[in-house]
């Protein structure tokens, strides 16, 4: 970590590295690297930002230790690293993608364990049996406290890296507790998911070094404005904005047109201004208003309605508020006042 730059460390491999560098890109921070086999770069959106390129299960640690500011990486990695808010703070929670959860699942040949309830039977039969409930799973202090805490005392967690979902086919173990997302690699190795069994919901996050954001202004500087290109992205993920023609007598008479569905109206209400037509005329305005994508063709009716010609529908790169609300969540959680 140095004290000129602000390191942040976002993930190097599989589908969380490739979601991860074309979110920033969408966001308008697309990481720079040196050249294709290096491992560091930039964003030449910010400049002072160094980016490092690091496996999502290591990110936390190096957020944590201080080798690095900021870090993209899964929250079930986060959890699973036992990591404190004194330590690593939760910059944004979900960026939108790498969505999953951590669950249970249990072969597909014992039909009568229906719930966790259940797997605590199995668990005490083995026990007579003079063994443990087997469980594999990659995240082995999250799986032991969920289970214990719903009554699977007779267990041993096997720590498993790589394909976990074999494991039951293997005779390594006799349930896991794995990632999932569509559940089609559980289904191909005859598992099924406990529907009680969901230990946590998972998706990529955005995290920082407490220790280093609260002692350093010119840290903290860049990552609010990192903050503030996410935050202005995914919320204009959700709008539109449309422009059109209307015919009125004048710019109130137009307002007061489109202001007849206050929710269709923009989100403060729309912006006319005059259409100069060539006649010399100006009976025409042009009507500007943003609008929640899942309104937009009820928005195009409601404009229709008002004499609207020539609708056009954009969507929105970035949607800014008065000021950031994530920026203030970072400092209200570094304890820091404005």
């Not at 309830?117 to 082995?140: H, I, K, Q």
């Not at 041993?156 to 999932?180: F, K, M, Q, Y």
């Not at 195009?300 to 800014?320: C, K, M, N, T």
């Amino acid at each position: 970590m140095s004290a000129d730059r602000l390191d942040f460390t976002v993930p190097s491999k599989g589908r969380i590295g490739e979601q991860t560098m074309a979110m920033l890109a969408r966001c308008g921070l697309a990481v720079s690297m040196r050249s294709p086999r290096s491992y560091a770069g930039t964003v030449p959106a910010l400049p002072g930002v160094a980016a490092h390129l690091q496996r999502a299960s290591d990110i936390v640690e190096q957020v944590r230790s201080g080798n690095a500011d900021l870090g993209i990486t899964g929250r079930d990695i986060l959890a699973e690293s036992g990591a404190g808010s004194d330590e690593v703070v939760i910059l944004w929670d979900d960026l939108g993608y790498s969505r999953a959860r951590l669950a249970i699942a249990v072969p597909d040949a014992w039909v009568d364990v229906v719930s966790v309830a259940d797997l605590a039977e199995v668990a005490l039969e083995l026990r007579g049996g003079g063994r443990a409930l087997r469980v594999a799973t990659s995240f082995p202090a999250l799986t032991r406290n969920f289970l214990i805490e719903h009554g699977v005392y007779n267990l041993r967690v096997v720590n498993t890296s790589g394909s976990v979902e074999a494991a039951p086919s293997l005779g390594s173990a006799d349930i896991v507790c794995d990632i999932v997302e569509t559940g089609s690699a559980l289904r191909q190795n005859r598992l099924r998911e406990l529907p009680d069994g969901v230990v946590m919901r998972s998706a990529a996050c955005l995290i920082g070094n407490v220790a280093a954001l609260r002692a350093d202004s010119a840290k903290r500087e860049l990552a609010g404005r990192m903050l503030e290109y996410v935050e202005a992205h995914l919320a204009a993920a959700e709008a539109y904005t449309i422009t059109a023609n209307v015919s009125g007598a004048s710019p109130e008479a137009v307002a007061a047109s489109i202001l007849g569905d206050l929710d269709l109206s923009g989100i403060k209400g729309p912006t006319v201004s005059p259409v100069y037509e060539k006649s010399g005329q100006a009976s025409w305005y042009a009507i500007t208003v943003t609008i929640a994508r899942d309104r937009l063709i009820d928005a195009v009716a409601h404009l229709r309605s008002a004499g609207a010609a020539s609708i056009i529908a954009r969507r929105v790169d970035y949607l800014f508020g008065e000021s950031s609300a994530a920026k203030a969540r970072m400092l209200e959680k570094l304890g820091i006042g404005e």
